[in-house]
């Protein structure tokens, strides 16, 4: 079992950045897979980026040279950095996490891209 607890969200113009943070109540270094799912208004929630098998990387088409995922075991935390930020990027992004077959979230954080 596992807590996920993210942080980061917030308003920002379009072409800015942000940093998302997941911190995991328990050590990431064996989690089969972590990362990020966003959940727009009307939408379905989607994968944006991960880890599986411990190290390997998965983005969406939408955000791939503009995201990058990374993660600090010893802190048990996992990263989305978002450059170049676009309106349909705004969403509630979802820190996810698969432990033994069961699915995990966190509580999510928004993110709005305005001017």
């Known amino acids: 079992q596992v807590q996920l607890v993210e942080s980061g969200g917030g308003l920002v113009q379009p072409g800015g950045s942000l940093r998302l943070s997941c911190t995991a109540s328990?050590?990431?270094?064996?989690?089969?897979?972590m990362g990020w799912y966003r959940q727009a208004p009307g939408k379905q929630r989607e994968l944006v980026a991960s880890?599986?098998?411990?190290?390997?990387?998965n983005y969406a088409d939408s955000v791939k040279g503009r995201f990058t995922i990374s993660r600090d075991n010893a802190k048990n935390t996992v990263y989305l950095q978002m450059n170049s930020l676009k309106p349909e990027d705004t969403a509630v992004y979802y820190c996810?996490?698969?432990?033994?077959?069961?699915?995990?979230w966190g509580q999510g954080t928004q993110v709005t891209v305005s001017s």
């Open positions: 880890f599986t098998s411990g190290s390997i990387t």
């Open positions: 328990r050590s990431i270094f064996t989690i089969y897979a």
């Open positions: 996810h996490a698969t432990i033994q077959g069961i699915n995990y």
